[in-house]
């Protein structure tokens, strides 16, 4: 039996004239390049055992965005299984934070298939603010979850 595979992850948020907003990043590389709803995640990345959740969320932030991860009270948003049977667990922060100044980090994969050749593609493409009914719309389907359990804490 395969353990599945588990995800941490920080969703930021924040206040707005127009009500709540949420950070979301377009997932990068060929497959996601044209997909809009889907293909977007909250910054997130996979851990081993021998890491917290927390501190897995905390560093793949950093990894993914190029930035320190907020400080701030940390809302727990427990964990959703994605449609792969990927674990994903977040906390989300109240922060604003500036899409221009994010400086995604890359992953590497054989492209085009079976060529050879090997390219270098950012984590996320591009990272965005969000209401929550677009969030909704975009995200990947297991993580709308998250935004639920965000309303609940919020009001």
Do not use: C
């Not at 941490?8 to 127009?18: E, I, K, V, W, Y």
Request: aromatic content about 10%; overall charge negative; glycine content about 12%.
């Amino acid at each position: 039996m395969t353990t599945a595979k588990r995800s941490a992850g920080l969703l930021l948020f924040r206040h707005t004239d127009n009500g709540l907003e949420v950070l979301l990043g377009h997932m990068g590389g060929p497959f996601f390049a044209r997909r809009g709803a889907g293909a977007w995640t909250l910054p997130k990345g996979e851990y081993e055992p021998d890491e917290t959740a927390w501190e897995a969320a905390r560093r793949e932030f950093q990894e993914e965005l190029g930035l320190p991860p907020p400080d701030g009270e940390a809302l727990p948003l427990g964990e959703v299984r994605q449609n792969g049977g990927k674990i994903v667990t977040a906390w989300a922060i109240e922060a604003d934070l500036d899409p221009a100044t994010v400086v995604p980090g890359t992953f590497e994969m054989e492209w085009p298939p079976k060529s050879g050749r090997r390219q270098a593609f950012p984590e996320l493409d591009r990272v965005e603010w969000f209401g929550l009914e677009r969030a909704r719309a975009l995200i990947v389907k297991a993580q709308a979850g998250f935004l639920d359990r965000l309303m609940e804490h919020t009001g």
